[in-house]
């Protein structure tokens, strides 16, 4: 098999899509780059397993782009799309709620991966804080599978999310705990999930050993 589908993971993707990005991973200036960046966004929009490579192919092709063409469309194409997803999000999650959390884990994998002088793109800062927000939001908690995103997503990107703006962390955590403390119809496993995000901030974005051992020896039951 192709050692770069291989190390990137395209497998997922269709043949065309396959051969796009390989085809820009090898040279960015001889392919299409609007229709690379969509190629990328639309994989990751039905394929939650598929975010964490399109950070690493993200930050690749923008990497490549810089070296051998000394541009930017790339960039300039994705963040163009994740706007227009952005803006439409609502509709998404209406929608599909599965693709709604593919967008926010998309989202905050791109927020994870692209860097400007080593620091968090500023123009992410917002749009990510504001998809978390609508993760407790009283619809959403109940949902098991908005509540494992908003989970996730804190622990990769919270300590990050805080260093960029503490203070709307600080009212993400205030609406977290009050979901928390007070949304009814939540289930067992979104109040675990909901209970170890705050001991993991509490902790300093970390978790004691045993905590960690506690935690997922009851996600384990």
């Not at 390989?22 to 690379?36: I, Y």
Request: charged share 25%; proline share 2%; glycine share 4%.
């Amino acid at each position: 098999m192709d050692s770069v589908c291989v190390e990137y993971k395209l497998q997922t993707l269709d043949a065309a899509a396959q051969n796009l990005l390989k085809a820009a991973l090898k040279d960015p200036r001889a392919v299409d780059l609007e229709k690379v960046s969509n190629a990328v966004v639309d994989q990751s929009l039905k394929d939650s397993s598929f975010c964490k490579e399109a950070g690493r192919i993200t930050y690749a092709l923008i990497e490549e782009e810089a070296k051998y063409a000394n541009t930017t469309v790339f960039r300039r194409n994705l963040l163009t799309r994740l706007q227009q997803e952005f803006t439409a999000r609502e509709d998404t999650r209406k929608r599909s709620v599965s693709q709604w959390v593919c967008f926010v884990n998309f989202i905050c994998t791109i927020f994870d991966y692209l860097k400007v002088n080593n620091q968090p793109m500023a123009a992410l800062v917002h749009p990510v804080y504001d998809c978390l927000f609508r993760l407790v939001k009283p619809d959403a908690l109940t949902s098991e599978e908005e509540v494992d995103c908003l989970a996730m997503q804190l622990h990769r990107i919270g300590e990050q999310l805080e260093r960029a703006e503490a203070g709307r962390m600080d009212e993400l955590f205030f609406s977290l705990r009050d979901g928390f403390l007070l949304q009814e119809g939540l289930s067992s496993m979104a109040r675990l999930l909901l209970l170890e995000v705050l001991e993991f901030r509490a902790g300093g974005w970390a978790l004691s050993d045993t905590a960690q051992r506690y935690y997922y020896s009851e996600v384990a039951n």
